[in-house]
C-alpha cells in the first residue's frame, strides 16, 4: 500500500488522502483503527466539591443548572491536547500505579491533572449569570497540556449569583474501543478514487450553465478537462458533488445524457477525515498505521507458535 497526503490538504484538522495498490478491506481496517484504536487523551474522572462556603460575607452553594454526571461528560468530550512522543503510560498498565489500590491510583506518567474554581456574578452585578467554558480550566500539570486556543470557547454549564464550581479533573489515556471521548476522529469515510472524463462536451454545457465553481473557486466548465479528462482528485470530488445537480429528479439530466463521467480508478482510495484538534491529522493517520502494524506482528507471531 502507498499514502500520499493530496495536494492542498491537511485543512486545518481536515485531510484527504489518497492510497494506492490497495483493497476496499484493507482502507476499511485503517478507518476503524482511526477511529476505535489510535491513543488519546481525556477527562475521564472528575471530582466535585459539595457544600456551601462563605468567601466575602457572601455565602455560596456549590450547585448549577447540571447534575453532576452531565458536567462530567461535557468535560470528558472536551479535545485535550495528546503529544504521543511524551509516551504517557495508560492508567490501568502504569508501572508506578499498577499494584496500588483504586483509590490511590495516578500519577504524572499516567494522568494530566486540571482544576476550575469559579463563582457566579457577584450580588449587585447586572448579569444574571455566566457562563463556564473550557478555557476557565487550569493545567495543575504541564502547561503544554492547556487547553487549546480553538476549544478555550466550549461551554459547559452556566452559574447563577449564589453559585461556584470548584472541580479536579483528570485526563488519561485511552481508545476509542472503550468510549467516544477517547476517539481523536470524525466523519471517517473512504470512496474509490475515479478520474472524471468528458464524453459529449456540447450536452455537458447543461452543467456548465449552472455557473458552479470548485472548491478552489474555479468555474466547473470545459476548461477543467485536459485531453477531455481530469485526475486531480479534489477536482474530481468536486465534479462528484456537481453531477447531482443533473442526475435523476433534477429534470436535467434527460438533456445531460452522461455527457460527463466518472470511472473507478483500479486499487486506490480517498480516504478523509477530521480530528477533533487533540491531535494533528497527520499523526493520527501514523498512530493509526502503527496500531495495524503491532496487531499484525503480533498475530503472525500467534499463528507461528500455533503451526509449531
Not at 179 to 208: C, D, Y
Not at 282 to 289: E, I, K, S
Amino acid at each position: 500500500m502507498k499514502a500520499q497526503i493530496v495536494e492542498g490538504w491537511p485543512k486545518e484538522n481536515s485531510i484527504r488522502i489518497s492510497l494506492s495498490e490497495t483493497d476496499a478491506s484493507q482502507v476499511n481496517a485503517i478507518r476503524r483503527a482511526l477511529i476505535s484504536d489510535v491513543p488519546k487523551l481525556a477527562i475521564t474522572r472528575v471530582n466535585i466539591s459539595q457544600g456551601v462556603v462563605e468567601t466575602e460575607g457572601q455565602i455560596l452553594e456549590s450547585v448549577n443548572v447540571l447534575p453532576d454526571e452531565m458536567l462530567a461528560h461535557r468535560l470528558a468530550m472536551i479535545p485535550v491536547p495528546t503529544y504521543p512522543e511524551e509516551k504517557l503510560d495508560f492508567f490501568e498498565t502504569c508501572p508506578v500505579c499498577i499494584d496500588m489500590v483504586e483509590a490511590e491510583k495516578g500519577c504524572p506518567q499516567c494522568q494530566v491533572l486540571y482544576s476550575l474554581n469559579i463563582q457566579g456574578p457577584a450580588p449587585d452585578a447586572e448579569e444574571d449569570h455566566i457562563t463556564v467554558y473550557a478555557g476557565d480550566l487550569t493545567t495543575i500539570s504541564d502547561p503544554m497540556f492547556d487547553i487549546k486556543e480553538e476549544h478555550r470557547r466550549i461551554p459547559i454549564t452556566i452559574l447563577s449569583k449564589g453559585q461556584y464550581l470548584e472541580l479536579y479533573a483528570f485526563a488519561t489515556l485511552g481508545r476509542g474501543a472503550s468510549h467516544q471521548k477517547w476517539s481523536p476522529v470524525a466523519g471517517v469515510g473512504f470512496s474509490n478514487r475515479n478520474v472524471a472524463k468528458l464524453n459529449n462536451a456540447k450536452k455537458a454545457e447543461t452543467l456548465f450553465a449552472l455557473g458552479l465553481k470548485t472548491s478552489d473557486g474555479r468555474d466547473i466548465d470545459a476548461k477543467l478537462f485536459k485531453n477531455k479528462q481530469v485526475d486531480d482528485v479534489n477536482t474530481v470530488m468536486d465534479l462528484e458533488r456537481a453531477l447531482h445537480q443533473v442526475g435523476p429528479g433534477t429534470g436535467r439530466d434527460a438533456d445531460f445524457d452522461g455527457a460527463i463521467t466518472l470511472e473507478q480508478v483500479e486499487g486506490e482510495y480517498v480516504l478523509s477525515y477530521e480530528t477533533d484538534g487533540s491531535l494533528d491529522p497527520v499523526t493520527v493517520f501514523n498512530l493509526a498505521m502503527d496500531e495495524l502494524s503491532n496487531r499484525f506482528a503480533g498475530l503472525n507471531e500467534e499463528i507461528g507458535v500455533a503451526l509449531n
